[in-house]
């Protein structure tokens, strides 16, 4: 037996270097990347966009990258196929409408790694990979309750996707922590980037009396219509301080590097899995922009909240939370579970809007 | 002040005619050139990534067929519209509305698979564009009022119902509350054609048919020759006893059905299921296909493959130079500019005048209801 053993595990390591196909090591790879908007958005997409270089930077050459910019959800999979046969190891999809097209091209490519982003749907090839943007959502509210004095905050929203219910859910129940009666108000742009149409949702918002802005769309333009009317905003996806100097609170920045230079050297390694993967505040792939603009204790309020998030002690949706038409959803003490957040379609109390259906 | 005419030729080249597309084409690519070298790029594998690379490969091909089909359908239809002075600007709504109208078997009948579902789909497709084609027609004819505005706007009408749809009744209810339909099941996709090599499907010689339909109707038919009277002159359409209203009505409920066609065979093709936007633009970029089809049928399917290849042309440039989406989107519209350019100097040509010319006056009001600057107000 004993003898046995060694002579087995020499037998396991030479299949495993005679099948390259699940633990093939590699000394480099090509990791490629599909944008919905402009590399240079400003926000979404130039946040994947930094973190590839990061991640390429932090390869030395061992790894290279490309990428196809303002790709149409609706036609996006031959996007995709095409860049599969171009040598890609890996491709990261990075927004929710490529899930099914990822899925399709996944399916016809066993070799290659595929991460689709903000989606749910899997294969033994395709992981998908999230932020738990909501943490810092929460932040916000209690941040835009603090310091409004209309007592109103508007919130220029994309799609009524259960990652932007979510991020206006936990921004409501932020803001009530400080202000029980805090209103916000929301007005959907149903698209992920559209500077016009973002700013005119500022403005519209703006002249209903709201003096705080925050946005789940990827430009700079509601930072811009908020400076330029003097009332302060947050930014989104990265850390708008350059167009909102005196504006700017603070921001959710997506922090994508860490996680890609983890994907990319299991793909490397040989050690790449499927997985679902939905980190927040605590792993660093969200992370906040200075609290500026700011009275002191309203940023060390915030950062103390920050803090209680990361370290496991506050979770924002913990009961009691009723539901909008005021029914019950979350007991006291109860937390909500990733499958419910995952799914939401609906609004808690305290959100002066109905939502798209 | 200095006014700029322009002027009908009396004897446009036949030569120069014919050549027009190629010399527009190698100007396009001669300014290419100079902007990809100027960018630091390799001018000649630009080029050769842009136009060439897409076809070298069968799966490709295939790609460039499946945004080909739905140009096709829809620039030749829209070229019956044209023809005959109706302007439908509002193909994407009714590509829409037929895409719509034909997934209602596999999405709200999803046991209802046989292999009648297909061509059930297609029917009501193309009836659905079309009723959604008829409504301006119907306002002009009626009211007179002004198409362009009606078809436009009604684009955006048929994108909000698209979306109520699948957001509310028509979601998928094992979809987490993602905004997408059932996926079709498959006796509701529509067949590929070689599946071994690539994904293209029947929608492309559907297109082709539909096209050389529509360019026999144009070209041999008494109600083609109607169509071209109305448009040349409503006038003449009247003596010789044409109805300019039925006219209207034959025109957009023709280019509307195609483009319901179009919209069913993109949805039950290459997605499969409904989603909140289902193209990327087709509706619009077929007026842009009409135009540099010359406003014939068989023009379309030529023109629709060169758009194709263009936007796939794109695409690579972008994943093998990193040639920025902007760059291949100004390329792109260089390349059109100069070939509608290259037709309009070719049939008219240019008067710088001082003195307001009456005359002039109501020869560029003329002209311009010709195609060529049509063409580029309408893009």
New interface residues.
């Given amino acids: 037996m004993k003898q046995l053993l060694p002579i087995l595990a020499a037998a396991t390591a030479l299949s495993l270097t005679l099948t390259p196909v699940a633990f093939a090591q590699q000394d480099t790879a090509h990791a490629?990347f599909v944008y919905v908007g402009?590399h240079t958005d400003g926000g979404w997409s130039q946040a994947h966009d930094l973190a590839r270089l990061e991640m390429e930077e932090h390869f030395g050459g061992a790894v290279t990258s490309?990428?196809?910019?303002?790709v149409?959800?609706?036609?996006s999979?031959?996007?995709i196929?095409?860049?599969a046969?171009?040598g890609c190891d890996i491709i990261f999809t990075t927004s929710?409408?490529f899930m099914?097209?990822t899925l399709e091209v996944a399916e016809r490519f066993p070799d290659i790694k595929f991460e689709h982003a903000t989606g749910?749907k899997t294969a033994d090839n395709m992981a998908a990979y999230n932020s738990r943007f909501y943490e810092g959502r929460y932040i916000q509210g209690q941040i835009a309750a603090s310091i409004s004095e209309t007592g109103i905050a508007g919130y220029i929203a994309s799609?009524?996707?259960?990652e932007v219910v979510q991020g206006i859910n936990a921004f409501i129940l932020g803001a009530q922590t400080v202000n029980p009666d805090f209103s916000l108000r929301v007005v959907w742009v149903?698209s992920w980037y559209d500077p016009g149409a973002e700013a005119d949702a500022a403005k519209v918002l703006m002249d209903q009396g709201v003096d705080i802005l925050t946005q789940h769309t990827d430009s700079t333009a509601p930072m811009q219509e908020a400076a330029a009317r003097g009332i302060k905003a947050f930014g989104q996806a990265l850390d708008m301080i350059e167009a909102g100097p005196e504006t700017q609170l603070t921001a959710i920045i997506d922090s994508w590097a860490p996680y890609y230079i983890e994907r990319v050297q299991a793909v490397l390694d040989g050690t790449w899995e499927s997985a679902e993967i939905w980190h927040g505040l605590p792993e660093g792939i969200l992370t906040m922009a200075p609290y500026t603009n700011m009275p002191d204790d309203v940023a060390a309020m915030a950062a103390e909240t920050e803090e209680a998030i990361r370290s496991g002690t506050l979770h924002p949706f913990t009961g009691p939370i009723a539901r909008q038409d005021g029914s019950e959803w979350l007991a006291e003490g109860e937390i909500a579970d990733d499958g419910t957040l995952?799914?939401?379609?609906f609004y808690v109390q305290g959100v002066d809007d109905q939502l798209?259906? | 002040m200095i006014r700029v005419e322009l002027l009908r030729r009396d004897n446009p080249s036949r030569a120069l005619r014919l050549l027009s597309p190629l010399i527009g084409l190698s100007l396009a690519l001669i300014t290419g050139a100079i902007m990809f070298s100027l960018m630091g790029k390799n001018p000649a594998a630009a080029l050769y990534v842009y136009f060439i690379e897409p076809l070298t490969?069968a799966?490709?091909v295939h790609?460039l067929l499946?945004?080909a089909a739905p140009l096709i359908l829809m620039g030749a239809g829209l070229s019956i519209c044209y023809l005959s002075n109706n302007w439908n600007i509002g193909a994407e709504g009714q590509f829409i509305m037929g895409a719509l109208a034909g997934s209602i078997f596999p999405v709200l009948f999803t046991d209802f698979q046989n292999p009648m579902v297909l061509p059930l789909m297609f029917i009501f497709a193309v009836a659905g564009g079309a009723l959604w084609a008829g409504i301006p027609a119907l306002l002009k004819a009626r009211f007179n009022t002004n198409e362009i505005l009606v078809s436009l706007m009604l684009v955006y009408v048929a994108e909000r119902i698209l979306?109520y749809l699948v957001?509310?009744p028509w979601r998928n209810p094992g979809g987490?509350?993602?905004?997408?339909s059932v996926?079709f099941h498959s006796y509701a996709r529509v067949p590929e054609i070689m599946p071994w090599d690539g994904?293209a499907n029947l929608g492309i010689v559907i297109a082709i048919l539909v096209a050389i339909a529509l360019w026999f109707m144009l070209s041999r038919t008494l109600k083609g020759f109607e169509v071209k009277v109305i448009g040349a002159s409503p006038r003449a359409g009247r003596f010789a006893g044409f109805s300019s209203k039925g006219m209207i009505f034959f025109s957009f409920l023709v280019a509307g059905g195609c483009a319901g066609l179009a919209g069913i065979i993109e949805v039950a093709g290459?997605?499969a299921?409904l989603?909140?936007?289902?193209?990327?633009?087709y509706g619009f970029t077929a007026i842009i296909v009409a135009f540099l089809g010359r406003l014939n049928p068989l023009g379309a399917i030529a023109a629709g493959l060169i758009l194709a290849l263009t936007y796939?042309g794109g695409?690579?440039a972008?994943?093998?130079l990193?040639i920025?989406?902007?760059a291949s989107r100004v390329f792109q519209g260089t390349l059109l500019l100069y070939i509608l350019a290259c037709d309009t100097l070719i049939h008219y040509r240019i008067r710088f005048s001082r003195k307001p010319a009456a005359k002039g006056i109501e020869q560029a009001a003329a002209s311009s209801e010709q195609q060529p600057p049509a063409a580029e107000r309408a893009v």
């Fill in positions: 490629c402009s490309t990428f196809v910019e303002n149409s959800e609706a036609a999979a031959g996007t196929e095409r860049l046969r171009s929710f409408g099914d097209p749910y799609f009524p996707i259960p149903n995952l799914s939401m379609n798209p259906e | 490969e799966w490709s790609e499946i945004k979306d957001r509310g987490m509350n993602f905004p997408e996926r994904r290459a997605s299921q989603r909140p936007i289902i193209s990327p633009g796939l695409e690579a972008q994943i093998s990193q920025s989406d902007k």
